[in-house]
């Protein structure tokens, strides 16, 4: 393993994307044609993979992978000294959300054998094929419809799934991941411009991603006219066709269930005490005391991806508009991905 040609080829796998996403379509080469053309055979395939969408994920990967971040990020780490063979069963909610797997098993010297989402098919070859023609051919890794052999594993699955991932991996180290959501816990005093941050982690990926925000706590005399004023922004987000059935269908149902709730003709928000919401739909619940809140999240701890608040609360959260910016070393169920990897 050349990790030094791996890191460069991240580098600059990251200067090729920003270029590309730079351009206008007047502007492209051919290269540059393929990769459009492969994002839009992507949205066609899966039509929550919109253009914009892909490009945000590209834009973080982009930002993301600088020299300063991945050796910062590595150096935490033991680059093991045999390489073996890791089965990766990728997720597809939103765009490249299993590309941090593939990354990580790669840096810490072994392979990646790759069973991609049916829902997420081209992104990940495409970057991975420029990973390895910038790294001078210094990254292995494999496509399987079936892992067959392989000496640990990582999988992505929903609550049901994992049931059945986690007896079906019991005889090899694995990591198995289940369904997680995101919270937002307001002070009361936010400004518009922070609320507006807000609807970013709520409404980015559509809502389908961990880290977008399902639920909110906020005090007893917040008014909830604030929030709803602050995600006008994102009120184009009923002209897409799956986004709409599914407000349509949830709308439908608590109007036949006589269900209280709040309307803005593109989200709905109600009181609810659980942490997951249906898409197009907000869970809200008030608070008394800051003790409140702290009891809830460590009630849904295992649940919760991603808290975000205003630093002063002191709930280990992120700023708003920050949900969808993890870093390197942020993990997805906060199982450190690296640290598996020494020990296999």
């Given at each position: 393993?050349?990790i030094?040609?791996?890191?460069?080829?991240?580098?600059?796998?990251?200067?090729?994307?920003?270029e590309?996403?730079?351009?206008d379509?007047a502007?492209?080469?051919e290269?540059?044609?393929?990769?459009e053309l492969?994002?839009?055979?992507?949205?066609m395939?899966?039509?929550?993979?919109t253009?914009?969408?892909?490009k945000f994920?590209?834009?973080?990967w982009?930002?993301?992978?600088?020299?300063?971040?991945?050796?910062?990020w590595?150096k935490?780490y033991s680059?093991?000294?045999?390489t073996?063979?890791v089965g990766?069963?990728?997720?597809?909610?939103i765009p490249?959300?299993?590309l941090?797997?593939v990354i990580s098993?790669v840096?810490?010297?072994h392979?990646?054998?790759?069973?991609?989402?049916?829902?997420d098919?081209?992104?990940?070859?495409?970057?991975?094929?420029?990973?390895?023609?910038?790294s001078s051919?210094n990254?292995?890794y494999?496509f399987?419809?079936?892992?067959?052999?392989?000496?640990?594993?990582?999988?992505?699955?929903?609550n049901n799934?994992a049931r059945?991932?986690?007896?079906?991996?019991?005889?090899h180290?694995?990591?198995?991941?289940k369904?997680?959501?995101?919270?937002?816990?307001l002070?009361?005093?936010?400004?518009?411009?922070?609320?507006?941050?807000?609807?970013?982690?709520?409404?980015q990926y559509?809502?389908?991603?961990c880290?977008n925000?399902?639920?909110?706590?906020i005090?007893q005399?917040f008014?909830l006219?604030?929030l709803?004023?602050s995600f006008?922004?994102y009120?184009?987000i009923?002209?897409h066709?799956?986004?709409?059935?599914?407000?349509e269908y949830?709308?439908?149902?608590y109007?036949?269930?006589?269900d209280?709730?709040?309307?803005?003709?593109f989200?709905?928000?109600?009181?609810?005490?659980?942490?997951?919401s249906?898409?197009s739909?907000?869970?809200?619940?008030?608070y008394?005391?800051l003790?409140?809140v702290?009891?809830?999240i460590?009630?849904?701890?295992?649940?919760?991806q991603?808290?975000?608040?205003?630093?002063?609360l002191?709930?280990?959260?992120?700023?708003?508009?920050e949900?969808?910016n993890?870093?390197l070393?942020?993990?997805?169920?906060?199982?450190?991905?690296?640290?598996?990897?020494?020990?296999?």
């Amino acid at each position: 393993m050349n990790i030094e040609n791996q890191v460069l080829g991240l580098i600059n796998l990251s200067d090729y994307i920003k270029e590309f996403l730079a351009k206008d379509i007047a502007e492209y080469n051919e290269n540059d044609s393929d990769f459009e053309l492969l994002l839009r055979k992507s949205e066609m395939e899966n039509p929550w993979f919109t253009i914009d969408n892909q490009k945000f994920a590209l834009k973080q990967w982009s930002d993301l992978l600088t020299e300063e971040n991945i050796k910062d990020w590595i150096k935490q780490y033991s680059i093991s000294k045999i390489t073996k063979r890791v089965g990766l069963i990728l997720a597809g909610n939103i765009p490249l959300v299993g590309l941090h797997d593939v990354i990580s098993v790669v840096l810490s010297n072994h392979i990646p054998v790759i069973k991609l989402s049916s829902k997420d098919r081209y992104m990940v070859p495409f970057l991975l094929k420029k990973w390895k023609e910038f790294s001078s051919d210094n990254v292995e890794y494999e496509f399987v419809e079936r892992l067959e052999s392989y000496d640990a594993v990582i999988a992505t699955g929903s609550n049901n799934t994992a049931r059945y991932l986690e007896y079906y991996f019991k005889n090899h180290l694995n990591i198995i991941r289940k369904n997680r959501t995101s919270v937002a816990i307001l002070k009361g005093d936010e400004t518009v411009e922070e609320l507006k941050l807000l609807a970013n982690d709520i409404f980015q990926y559509f809502g389908l991603g961990c880290r977008n925000v399902t639920r909110i706590l906020i005090p007893q005399d917040f008014v909830l006219d604030r929030l709803f004023e602050s995600f006008v922004g994102y009120q184009d987000i009923i002209n897409h066709n799956k986004y709409a059935n599914n407000y349509e269908y949830n709308r439908a149902v608590y109007l036949l269930n006589l269900d209280k709730f709040w309307d803005n003709n593109f989200v709905m928000m109600k009181e609810d005490d659980k942490l997951f919401s249906s898409l197009s739909v907000i869970n809200f619940s008030r608070y008394s005391s800051l003790d409140e809140v702290k009891s809830f999240i460590a009630e849904n701890e295992e649940d919760i991806q991603c808290i975000v608040a205003k630093e002063e609360l002191g709930l280990d959260s992120v700023c708003f508009g920050e949900a969808q910016n993890p870093g390197l070393d942020t993990y997805a169920d906060n199982v450190d991905t690296m640290k598996f990897l020494e020990l296999i």
